[in-house]
């Protein structure tokens, strides 16, 4: 069982920042994928950019060059790094972490932090 507990979300201004964390309990976290998806008011889950247990990157087209995600394993938190936000990216991020592969569809996580909820003003 994985226990995640997501953080850093808030109000920023278009074109600002954010840094999202994601802390993980248990001694197997290096072993997961994991992933930060978003979810806006009416619209379906999607995947925002996913980290598999080798440290390979996998971004939605609409975010590449512009976010990055990283884990530390001796910390056992992933982290989403969010440049140039705009309004379209506002929506409830949530952490999730897989055994196996990194995979592109959310139905195939299984354990999912509450979610934080990042807002970007115009």
């Known amino acids: 069982q994985v226990q995640l507990v997501e953080s850093g979300g808030g109000l920023v201004q278009a074109g600002g920042s954010l840094r999202l964390s994601c802390a993980a309990s248990g001694r197997t976290f290096s072993s997961y994928a994991m992933g930060w998806f978003r979810q806006a008011p009416g619209k379906e889950r999607e995947l925002v950019a996913a980290?598999?247990?080798?440290?390979?990157?996998y971004y939605a087209d609409s975010v590449k060059g512009r976010f990055t995600i990283s884990r530390d394993n001796a910390k056992n938190t992933v982290y989403l790094q969010m440049n140039s936000l705009k309004p379209e990216n506002t929506a409830v991020y949530y952490c999730a972490a897989r055994v196996g592969v990194l995979r592109t569809d959310y139905r195939a996580y299984d354990y999912w932090g509450q979610g934080t909820q990042v807002t970007v003003s115009s």
């Open positions: 980290i598999s247990n080798g440290g390979s990157t």
